[in-house]
T-cell receptor
Framework: AQSVTQLGSHVSVSEGALVLLRCNYSSSVPPYLFWYVQYPNQGLQLLLKYTTGATLVKGINGFEAEFKKSETSFHLTKPSAHMSDAAEYFCAVSDKGNKLVFGAGTILRVKS | EAGVVQSPRYKIIEKKQPVAFWCNPISGHNTLYWYRQNLGQGPELLIRYENEEAVDDSQLPKDRFSAERLKGVDSTLKIQPAELGDSAVYLC??????????FGNGTRLTVT
C-alpha cells in the first residue's frame, strides 16, 4: 500500500521568502511522485511530477522538487514566494501514475 | 483543449434524497476517475474507469453509490440515499494511458 504524509497543514511565509513544503511517502514499488496545487473552489492543477531519471524536477510557476529515495521524501520548494502562490498544495504517490494516493494537503499563506 | 467539465458546481440536498453528478472528460482520455475530497483532506479515489469498464471500485460504498460511464466518454456518479457524511467535494479527473491526471473543478455537495 502507498501513503503520503505532508508535514504541516498550514505554512506561512513572507512574500519573497523561500517556500518549503514537506512530503514523505511510503511505497513498496518505485514511486511516481506528484505535486498538485488547488486554488479555492477549483480543481487540482499539476505542478510537477517525478517518474524516473533526474531527481530534481522543475515545474510550473518556479516550483521544483527533489526526489530523495534514502529519505523517502519529495519536498516542494520555490526560492521566492509570490502572493499568487497562496493556495493548497497536495503531494501524491502512484505506482504507475494512474492511481494517485494524496496527502492531506498543506495550505500556503503568503504575507505581504 | 477543453478541460474536464463537471456539473453542477454546487448541490444542496436533504438527507435521504438522491443526487447525481456528471463529468465530461478531456476528449481522447480513456481513463476517468471519481475522487471524493472531504473538508481539510486530500482527494480519495472512489472509482476508476478504463474506457467503459470500472477497473477499480474498491473504495466505492456500493450500498448507496453507483457510477456509470456509458460509451466510455461521459460519466455519472449517483448517491441514493444521501447521508450527512456524504457532504464533500466530488472531483472528476481524466487521463490518457499513464499521463498525469487532469481534474475538473468539482461538485460541492452539502447534505442537510
Amino acid at each position: 500500500a502507498q501513503s503520503v504524509t505532508q508535514l504541516g497543514s498550514h505554512v506561512s511565509v513572507s512574500e519573497g521568502a523561500l517556500v518549503l513544503l514537506r512530503c514523505n511517502y511510503s511505497s513498496s514499488v518505485p514511486p511516481y511522485l506528484f505535486w498538485y496545487v488547488q486554488y479555492p473552489n477549483q480543481g487540482l492543477q499539476l505542478l510537477l511530477k517525478y517518474t524516473t531519471g533526474a531527481t530534481l524536477v522543475k515545474g510550473i510557476n518556479g516550483f521544483e522538487a527533489e526526489f530523495k529515495k534514502s529519505e523517502t521524501s519529495f519536498h516542494l520548494t520555490k526560492p521566492s514566494a509570490h502572493m499568487s502562490d497562496a493556495a493548497e498544495y497536495f503531494c501524491a504517490v502512484s505506482d504507475k501514475g494512474n492511481k494517485l494516493v494524496f496527502g492531506a494537503g498543506t495550505i500556503l499563506r503568503v504575507k505581504s | 483543449e477543453a478541460g474536464v467539465v463537471q456539473s453542477p458546481r454546487y448541490k444542496i440536498i436533504e438527507k435521504k434524497q438522491p443526487v447525481a453528478f456528471w463529468c465530461n472528460p478531456i476528449s481522447g482520455h480513456n481513463t476517468l476517475y471519481w475522487y471524493r475530497q472531504n473538508l481539510g483532506q486530500g482527494p480519495e479515489l472512489l472509482i476508476r474507469y478504463e474506457n467503459e469498464e470500472a477497473v477499480d471500485d474498491s473504495q466505492l460504498p456500493k450500498d448507496r453509490f453507483s457510477a456509470e460511464r456509458l460509451k466510455g466518454v461521459d460519466s455519472t456518479l449517483k448517491i441514493q440515499p444521501a447521508e450527512l457524511g456524504d457532504s464533500a467535494v466530488y472531483l472528476c479527473a481524466s487521463s490518457f494511458s499513464n499521463s498525469p491526471l487532469h481534474f475538473g473543478n468539482g461538485t460541492r455537495l452539502t447534505v442537510t
